[in-house]
């Protein structure tokens, strides 16, 4: 049932004086504490339900644990959450088992409902539940339940045949993607998602941030994916300071105004701190003068009853510092006819790469395509099988990729890491060098199993970088990194005067990074001539079937500049027209977060703005598809 038929039958039932829980997700002056340690305080919020609001906020601030508190796992100091009767929560808290359920049953088995009224649509036998049986499978849809599931399955990057396979086939990276695809399909009203893109890759984000706008319940996604956190939610709640505020639009638009409210917080602060300076002053001048004081006296008073404004406090800067490698004359790395693969099985062939030290280069292609043998190859961990590949004698390489995190000692410090590693340096240095990859002297002497997801990643990236590599080839790097990690670490790859190879689900990683794009593709590798934004749009289009004897298109004539000139024109007011239209649903968005428009009496006024903001929603649909036309048409035309 759509979030509008919903609010239609609660009007209805209003007017018959049936009372219905609010139709939202409030949470009330909560407080929740961890061993001493409070997480959360006094916060609130309330999200409306169909909006899709993603969770930020430093690593450890406590976002975990705040779906823990949603799902009613946890006991809260003060304070409830309230969830409307019936609402059915869904989330992703462990892979699948191993067992030998394919994976297609694996997600249809997600839909209890449907799995309970196939069973019982078996065995009944009174005429009347039959009915109701079929009846209520036609209204969820039951029929076409397998290809949904086959569809979402796809997406996150399984074939038909593998759809087909049993769980225990596949890893546990892989089958944390079959659990997310199984509570996708079950559609929960309330969607929790915790890091959803960390077992993706970048096809598979790609396909996540496409289904989540057009989900049709409630979403809060906790998630340090920029590009994520841009195209698919409408809100973002931010966990600070053990509080909890909203703000209405993408993860950009709340990083301006988070931006623009520290300024003002530190100016007013600034400014009574003058104040307050100037008032003192006048005490301490006049207090001893018997004609001065009253007004001594006054100010004084003035002084205590001042609330303080304090300036914002700026977080630990998080920093990555890699060690500068030595010049080496180019190329660094070339392959000449180059084919590579396991025993007989060649997965890529004919590679006639060339590698300089200032390359940034972007690994582009499907899953299974071949990114992670050419990976190998480079760093020679695989050997050619036929062709030859040359290196720079001196080449140091380094290399990092997500089974190295997991690989790390768990009852060893990462001092004892850095030891093992460089045994004759001194415990200062040592610490010294954690200090640049933000491990600080806490850090350093904690157990490594104890160190949270993006601590062991920093460490990780501080082994590989230790030798200062000619070459960094870093596969997923960003996987447990809080948005400041990422940023410094775009930082970081900007400032190395090495060589780095990517491959990265994070979007906005590789378009600050990268300068070169490599398309891994049907056992080759070949320069991506486009942009990311390009393969972005190749990989969300549906692929056409081979068209037979399809007639070569006529060349058409070179279109006039008085033509280009409309045609930029064109793209410039649809441009404008989607920009109108999402100021309007973010205002709109402000007014359906505002708790009291959910009071009793209120349902008329309610039932109005949900049809206006369905009505700008469509709208604002309409308008990128006319934007998106007219950008065609020009680069076609510019093409030309």
Same mark, same amino acid.
């Given at each position: 049932? /759509? ?48 909006? !899709? ?119 546990? /990276? ?20 915790? %890091? ?20 049709? &319940? ?58 307050? #300076? &100037? ?114 004698? !001196? ?7 997500? &089974?190295?995190?997991? %690989? ?12 093992? %590693? ?9 610490? #010294? ?36 590599? &000619? ?19 775009? %930082? ?21 990074? #990268? ?126």
């Amino acid at each position: 049932m /759509g979030q509008f038929q919903e609010n239609r039958n609660c009007l209805i039932d209003h007017a018959r004086g049936i009372k219905h829980s609010p139709r939202m997700l409030k949470i009330s002056d909560i407080t929740y504490s961890v061993e001493g340690r409070t997480l959360v305080e006094n916060a609130t919020v309330t999200i409306p339900t169909g909006h !899709k609001v993603g969770l930020v906020g430093r690593n450890g601030s406590g976002k975990t644990t705040l779906f823990r508190v949603i799902r009613g796992e946890l006991v809260l100091d003060t304070g409830n959450v309230s969830i409307p009767k019936g609402w059915k929560i869904g989330g992703v808290s462990q892979e699948v088992p191993g067992n030998e359920v394919s994976l297609i049953n694996t997600v249809l088995r997600a839909d209890t409902e449907r799995e309970a009224l196939l069973a019982e649509a078996e065995t009944a036998t009174d005429p009347t539940r039959i009915a109701e049986v079929q009846t209520r499978l036609a209204d969820i849809d039951a029929w076409s339940a397998e290809a949904r599931a086959a569809t979402i399955l796809k997406g996150l990057g399984f074939t038909h045949e593998e759809q087909q396979m049993p769980c225990s086939a596949f890893s546990g /990276g892989w089958r944390m993607r079959v659990a997310l695809a199984a509570v996708l399909f079950s559609e929960p009203d309330l969607l929790l998602l915790d %890091e959803p893109t960390n077992y993706l890759d970048l096809e598979g984000a790609l396909w996540l941030e496409a289904y989540l706008v057009k989900y049709p &319940h409630t979403v809060l996604i906790v998630s340090h994916d920029r590009e994520l956190l841009n195209r698919s939610v409408g809100g973002i709640l931010h966990l600070e300071d053990k509080g909890l505020i909203y703000y209405t639009g993408s993860y950009d638009t709340f990083a301006r105004q988070r931006a623009a409210n520290r300024a003002v917080q530190a100016a007013a602060a600034k400014k009574q701190d003058a104040q307050r #300076a &100037h008032l003192q002053a006048f005490v301490d001048r006049f207090k001893a003068k018997a004609s001065k004081a009253k007004q001594a006296q006054s100010r004084v008073k003035m002084l205590e009853k001042m609330d303080t404004i304090r300036a914002p406090e700026d977080a630990a800067r998080t920093v990555f510092t890699f060690p500068e490698p030595e010049e080496l004359s180019p190329p660094i790395i070339a392959t000449e006819g180059a084919a590579v693969g396991y025993g007989n099985n060649i997965v890529l062939h004919d590679l006639n790469l060339r590698i300089d030290q200032d390359d940034r280069i972007a690994l582009l292609g499907r899953n299974g395509e071949g990114k992670s043998t050419l990976s190998k190859m480079l760093s020679d961990r695989l050997p050619t099988c036929r062709g030859k590949m040359v290196t720079s004698n !001196k080449l140091r390489i380094g290399f990092f990729a997500q &089974h190295q995190v997991d %690989e790390l000692r768990i009852e060893e410090t990462p001092l004892d890491h850095l030891f093992r %590693e460089r045994p004759n340096e001194g415990q200062a240095k040592l610490r #010294a060098r954690l200090a640049g990859f933000g491990l600080g002297a806490d850090q350093a002497d904690t157990a490594v199993g104890r160190l949270s997801g993006g601590q062991k990643a920093r460490l990780s990236l501080l082994l590989a970088t230790l030798p200062a590599p &000619h070459l960094l080839i870093l596969d997923e790097p960003t996987n447990h990194l809080d948005i400041e990690s990422r940023e410094a670490l775009v %930082e970081a790859l900007t400032a190395y005067t090495g060589a780095v190879i990517l491959v990265s689900h994070d979007m906005h990683l590789l378009s600050m990074v #990268a300068d070169r794009l490599w398309l891994v593709k049907d056992g080759h590798v070949k320069p991506y001539e486009d942009d990311l934004q390009a393969y972005r749009k190749m990989l969300l289009t549906p692929e056409k079937p081979a068209e037979k004897d399809k007639p070569k298109p006529m060349k058409t004539a070179k279109p006039s500049r008085e033509a280009l000139q409309a045609l930029r024109s064109d793209v410039r007011k649809n441009e404008e027209r989607v920009k109108k239209i999402n100021d309007m649903r973010d205002k709109l968005a402000k007014k359906l977060a505002d708790p009291a428009l959910y009071e009793d009496g209120k349902a008329g006024e309610l039932a109005t703005w949900n049809k206006k903001y369905a009505e700008v929603m469509d709208g604002l649909e309409r308008a990128e598809a006319m934007w998106m036309a007219a950008l065609e048409k020009l680069e076609k035309a510019e093409k030309t």
